[in-house]
């Protein structure tokens, strides 16, 4: 089964430090979502791309916050410097959209869990 | 107001039993809805999905939606422990297409007990 992987699955690191996270969508998709786990909030969007593209970054932290696709295989999440709220989990999604069709829904990856000390 | 509700749980029921799990939605130009399960420290897996109104079966899992009332239920059958589980209810943002960003319930925990 083709699926969404995404690295390091844990992470803890003290305030302040930046935070790198990747994800390799499934081959051939071209929509990519990064969302935020918390027991408070649930699961929120925080950006996503489309051929690459930016469509929508919203959901983040502009400040600290910044979300690339340096190419189609790879989707990184950056927190530069990270606090404490920051921890929860990270989950990048993959999906092949067309429009003016019923397309698939999204795939998610296993998640980042973040610690900030 | 959330765009999607979900009781949290927990849910507890015995192996065999009929589950029923639900949601509620305030905006009516929504067609399009998701089922996720997530396991323990897993990401979402997509379950089943519908489109507009009606039910959807899939093995024991059946998806409702009733448009008029802005509700949809996962019915499982036949429960099994290995259905142990956080269930999601999801749709795309703003009645996008089916494809797109989602909006999620908070998701109801349930325990299937053997």
């Known amino acids: 089964d083709a699926r969404v992987t995404q690295t390091p699955r844990h992470k803890v690191t003290e305030m302040g430090q930046e935070v790198t996270m990747r994800c390799q969508p499934i081959l051939g998709h071209n929509t990519v979502f990064w969302y935020r786990q918390t027991m408070m909030q649930g699961l929120e969007l925080l950006a996503y791309f489309r051929n690459r593209a930016p469509l929508d970054d919203s959901g983040m932290p502009k400040d600290r916050f910044s979300a690339e696709m340096p190419d189609a295989t790879l989707a990184t999440l950056k927190i530069q410097p990270s606090e404490p709220r920051d921890s929860a989990v990270y989950f990048c999604?993959?999906?092949?959209?067309?429009?003016?069709?019923?397309?698939?829904?999204?795939?998610f990856g296993d998640g980042t869990r973040l610690s900030i000390l | 107001q959330k765009e999607v509700e979900q009781d949290p749980g927990p849910l507890s029921v015995p192996e065999g039993a009929i589950v029923s799990l639900n949601c509620t939605y305030s905006?009516?130009?929504?067609?399009?809805f998701m089922w996720y399960r997530q396991y323990s420290r897993k990401g979402p897996e997509l379950l089943m999905y519908t489109y507009s109104s009606g039910n959807k079966e899939d093995g024991r899992f059946t998806a409702q939606v009733d448009k008029s009332s802005k509700y949809i239920s996962l019915f499982i059958r036949d429960s099994q422990p290995s259905d142990s589980a956080t269930y999601l209810c999801a749709t795309p943002i703003s009645g996008e297409t089916s494809g797109s960003r989602l909006t999620f319930g908070e998701g109801t925990q349930l325990t299937v007990n053997p």
């Open positions: 999604a993959s999906g092949l959209f067309f429009e003016n069709t019923v397309n698939q829904p999204q795939h």
């Open positions: 905006n009516s130009a929504f067609q399009y």
